[in-house]
């Protein structure tokens, strides 16, 4: 039984800034996986992705790195291409190639208090495979996958078809302010808390880039303070990193706001350079005691 298991594919990402062009394995599961495997082992965890042959080497690092890692075969490995302006927070994507979906039949065997879920695309994860993983423990989702429809390589922002009944399933729910404006229509963040908690969802976690984070549960809101970088390089997998350092605190028992703001810090800790977090317990607690 492990504390937490990331569940979601390891991709190829091709990052374009106006300073910088190069290529890296991203993908929530890679995010979440090495920034878990930064922190102090109080936590146990388990990572099960999916990649094509070809592409194993993201896999054999992390096993290298002491990753406890499951890789299923698909056909072909997500590959996106993120390109960002000057304002970080807004970003434009293509897809070149997509992966297999999860299956119930991958997920049997799995034993875990939590299951994060790192949807990349709309069909990663169908309302069957959430409801079996959520008989098996806590469902934890990022929603920006479901947001994604390809058409060609193009990304575009959708309505998520199946909400409803994959979010009665869920125990937390992060989104961030251009997802929880598609997801409910609505712009006020404690009013979509309100809704979505409505839905079914016990934790709902809305990050606001610069201006914060909010966090909905037991009917209270937890404002989280955004920590200032001291410099913006890369923000790819800043929302993976902020749900890893959440669920990491949750799952010790830490409460809402000392979860929050441990995420926050360790999310801009990771903001200031490209490639998953790589710093330390000790680096958060710090930026979280400045203030």
Known sequence: MKDICCIGHITLDKIITPDHEFEQNG????????????????????????????????????RRAGIDVICHQSRETVFFENKYGHNQNNRTQKVRAKADPFTVSQLQGLEARVFHLGTLLADDFSPEAVKYLSERGRVSIDVQGYLREVRGEDVFAIDWRDKLAVLKHTDILKLN????????????????????????????????????????????????????????????????????????????????????????????????????????????QRLVEAG
Request: a negative charge.
């Open 27 to 62: 993908g929530t599961s890679f995010y979440f996986a090495y920034g878990m495997n930064q922190l102090p082992p109080k936590v146990s965890f388990q990572l099960v992705t999916a990649m094509a042959g070809k592409d194993m080497k993201a896999v054999d690092d992390m």
């Open 177 to 284: 302010k251009h997802e929880m404006e598609v997801v409910t229509g609505l712009t006020n963040p404690r009013e979509v808390a309100r809704q979505i908690a409505d839905w079914g969802v016990r934790e709902v976690v809305i990050t606001l880039g610069s201006y914060g984070s909010l966090i909905y549960a037991d009917g209270h809101y937890y404002e989280i303070p955004a920590y200032t970088p001291r410099q913006a390089v890369d923000a790819t997998g800043c929302g993976d990193t902020y749900s890893t350092g959440y669920l990491y605190c949750r799952a010790q028992g830490m409460n809402y706001l000392e979860s929050g703001k441990f995420a926050a810090a360790m999310c801009t800790l990771k903001l200031e350079h490209s490639g998953p977090f790589d710093g330390s317990i000790d680096d958060i």
